[in-house]
């Protein structure tokens, strides 16, 4: 059975989740900069995200739009900040080699702009994603190898969160499985840490894919019942409908014939 403290989110992280469902309206009309170009990119490679997240692909063009311009800029501030949000967009349209090369171009305006830019960091993530729906496990240790290189004050949670998050991912590629679930524990403990529930939802999510996997289905349930009831309050219908999908998959249901006969 799962308990109410998994079937629901903490105080804390509901909070955390209207604010963030409140951010897009907010950001598009924001300009967090003395400089409106830049502050109006800025807010869109924040919007941008949320608004793929929750599966609004013509309004995340949209708001992309307008920073068309932004794109071939000369400023270290604008043009970062633009590829996540591009790259993001492509990322939900399954176009992983041109997010692939977004994210690899973010991530490069570390060198101006410091690891602990958003957009730094956010182009790591994509481009990691990407090269992992692309099988290229090579890309994915070549941008893993990029944060190992960043100072301890440089290395937040939220860079330690995606990068144990995405290294789980690559050891459950490679069948290592010994260091893929400490790995996806960690994550979700940065996460929490930092009260961002999103990705604290989609790490729990993989991780209970990966348990499936694993013929551990009573280890699974809670944690995708918990994932779920996050991305039900964020209204992130894509992660809902995969969810939907794979306890539908024949994945989920061996797991559960197996964890039956046991």
């Given amino acids: ?80 900040y633009y590829q996540i949000s591009k790259g993001t967009l492509l990322l ?36 990691a994603e990407a090269a992992l729906a692309l099988d290229d496990l090579e890309a994915v240790d070549a941008l893993l190898a990029v944060p190992e290189g960043f100072g301890q004050s440089d290395l937040t949670p939220s860079w ?34 930092i009260n961002t529930p999103y990705w604290l939802a989609v790490t729990l999510a993989e991780h209970a894919e990966w348990l499936f996997g694993q013929d551990r289905v009573n280890e699974a349930e809670p944690l995708l019942a918990e994932a779920r009831a996050i991305f039900e309050r964020l209204k992130a219908r894509p992660w809902l409908e995969r969810l939907r999908s794979f306890e539908d998959s024949p994945t989920a249901a061996t797991g559960r014939r197996t964890a039956e006969a046991t």
Wanted: hydrophobic fraction near 35%; aromatic fraction near 6%.
């Fill in 1 to 80: 059975a799962v308990s109410s403290s998994t079937r629901s989110v903490t105080r804390r992280t509901r909070a955390s989740i209207s604010a963030w469902s409140s951010l897009p309206g907010r950001l598009i009309a924001s300009v967090p900069s003395s400089r409106p170009s830049v502050g109006r990119t800025t807010s869109r490679a924040f919007t941008v995200p949320l608004l793929v997240a929750r599966g609004l692909l013509d309004e995340a063009m949209e708001a992309l739009n307008p920073d068309v311009p932004f794109e071939k800029s000369a400023d270290l501030q604008e043009r970062p």
């Fill in 92 to 127: 939900s349209q399954g176009k992983y080699g041109e997010t692939l090369a977004l994210g690899r171009e973010a991530l490069e305006a570390r060198s101006s702009l410091g690891p602990v830019c958003p957009a730094v960091r956010e182009g790591f993530v994509i481009g």
């Fill in 160 to 193: 330690r969160g995606q990068v144990d998050r995405l290294t789980a991912r690559l050891a459950s590629e490679r069948g290592e499985l010994d260091r893929v679930e400490p790995k996806f524990k960690a994550a979700a403990a940065y996460f929490q840490e």
